[in-house]
């Protein structure tokens, strides 16, 4: 299709009150492969640009009736999509900064060579080609976006397009919720993804690890507190409530806050207002409560460790992330999303991706550090990379081994290598399969055998979920 675009003839509009010059340039770029249509001043122009589409414009400045920078602005009225380029013999700097702040591409003087007219469509053909893939580019980015994302998180997989439903679904109410996960899956860009697509995005999002602050200045990092509340209080100052009013609270590891502000927290979410530590006031606020965890925490409500008031509060709506190593068919695009990332932060851009033999091993790999490990692992193999593609020998020692070391698990018992093999070779197809969403050809690429191969292994191993 692009080809096809490429090979379609340009249209060009010359606009000049000298026969001449409207003569020769048009032998000059009928040669040059343009179609070419002359008009002899700007009123006749702009008639044309109004029953024609041209891709070009070239137009001198200096003529009777109407000149080409009166031309210039009265076309804007005109939805022609033509690139200007303006020509003058009266030329200054002047002029033809004017031509090119009412829209002008370029400015030429004349008499000049007719090469430089040629040269000066060509950049402009470049120009609007990259400015056409930049288009496309964005409008792939963005269905790419709504087919596989949510914010900042990437997911092609069954369960994760489940995670970002709900989480689009719940966007739009101010309703409390809990992500829960193991750690590395990014529960927090879950979360900021929710506040973005909120009618609070244009608010403040506040982030706070539960975990991370010393229990003794919790209350006071939570709610405030006021000058002489304690020693060294010499000065008010807002908590993370106050911070995050009218915006979203973000409360992750909620599990691991003490009992005694489990407390406090819960009358906050009932009354919506905050008393400052030191204060006899109490002041309202509007905050929208998500929270994450990466424990159990009905676990942590038996063991009577956690409230069961304030699960039953902050759990209204459960959000759970899926650990990595249960949606492999996210590890490909997820590669290729942090090695783009990396060899433009590292000025590497000598490495292009992957190779089909380091893939195999990160997904046969089980990611007790889920994403964020993954991210670790493909920042120090863009930094050893030697070649154009990531290699085995640039990943971590325990991921060179991780084919070996995950069947471990499943093949216990197993005494016979036929069923031995059987096993692990249907294991691979179908981590292959997850990886391409049934694309046979790029999974029989991936496993480094033949096609054919593949579809009668498929076959043999009964896979009839495959497409």
């Known amino acids: 299709m692009d080809n096809a675009a490429e090979n379609i003839l340009k249209h060009v509009l010359i606009v000049d009150d000298e026969e001449n010059m409207r003569h020769m340039l048009s032998v000059l770029l009928t040669g040059e492969g343009y179609l070419v249509d002359t008009a002899q001043n700007g009123e006749e122009a702009l008639k044309l640009l109004e029953s024609s589409v041209f891709d070009f414009v070239l137009c001198d400045i200096r003529m009777p009736e109407m000149d080409g920078l009166a031309f210039l602005k009265a076309a804007e009225a005109v939805d022609h999509g033509a690139t200007v380029i303006m020509m003058s013999a009266f030329g200054s700097v002047d002029t033809a900064l004017e031509a090119m702040k009412q829209g002008a591409y370029d400015f030429i003087s004349k008499p000049f060579k007719t090469d430089e007219v040629v040269l000066v469509l060509k950049k402009a053909e470049e120009r609007e080609r990259l400015r056409r893939e930049n288009i496309l580019l964005k409008r792939k980015v963005a269905e790419l976006e709504k087919k596989s994302g949510f914010g900042a998180m990437i997911g092609k997989s069954k369960a994760m397009q489940e995670v970002f439903s709900l989480a689009e679904k719940v966007a739009g109410y101010p309703t409390t919720v809990l992500i829960t996960g193991e750690s590395g899956t990014g529960k927090e860009l879950v979360a900021a993804g929710i506040h973005a697509k909120s009618d609070r995005a244009d608010k403040p999002f506040i982030a706070v690890n539960c975990g991370s602050v010393p229990e003794n200045l919790l209350e006071s990092e939570f709610f405030g507190y006021v000058r002489g509340a304690f020693t060294g209080a010499d000065r008010d100052k807002k908590g993370l409530f106050e911070e995050a009013h009218k915006g979203t609270l973000f409360l992750d590891e909620i599990g691991e806050l003490p009992s005694s502000l489990q407390v406090k927290l819960l009358r906050v979410l009932q009354e919506q207002e905050i008393r400052p530590v030191g204060s006899a006031q109490r002041k309202k606020i509007d905050v929208r409560i998500l929270a994450a965890t ?7 409500v038996q063991q009577g460790r956690f409230r069961e008031d304030l699960f039953y509060r902050l759990n209204v709506i459960n959000i759970q992330v899926p650990p990595l190593r249960k949606r492999s068919t996210d590890i490909p695009p997820l590669c290729e999303y942090f090695v783009k990332k990396f060899t433009e932060r590292l000025n590497r851009p000598d490495v292009e991706g992957v190779s089909n033999a380091a893939l195999q091993q990160l997904l046969a790999y089980a990611w007790p550090g889920n994403v964020r490990e993954l991210e670790n692992v493909l920042e120090r193999a863009v930094i050893l990379a030697e070649g154009q593609h990531i ?77």
Do not use: H, W
């Open 391 to 467: 290699s085995p020998d640039n990943l971590p020692e325990n991921i060179q081994g991780s084919s070996a070391d995950n069947v471990a698990d499943f093949l216990v018992g197993i005494s016979s290598v036929k069923e031995g093999r059987r096993m692990v070779e249907e294991r691979l197809i179908r981590q292959a399969l997850e990886a391409t969403q049934g694309n046979k050809s790029q999974a029989a690429q991936i496993l480094e055998i033949s096609y054919p191969s593949l579809l009668s292994k498929i076959k043999e191993y009964e896979l009839s979920f495959c497409r």
């Open 294 to 300: 990466a424990r159990d925490i009905s676990e942590e």
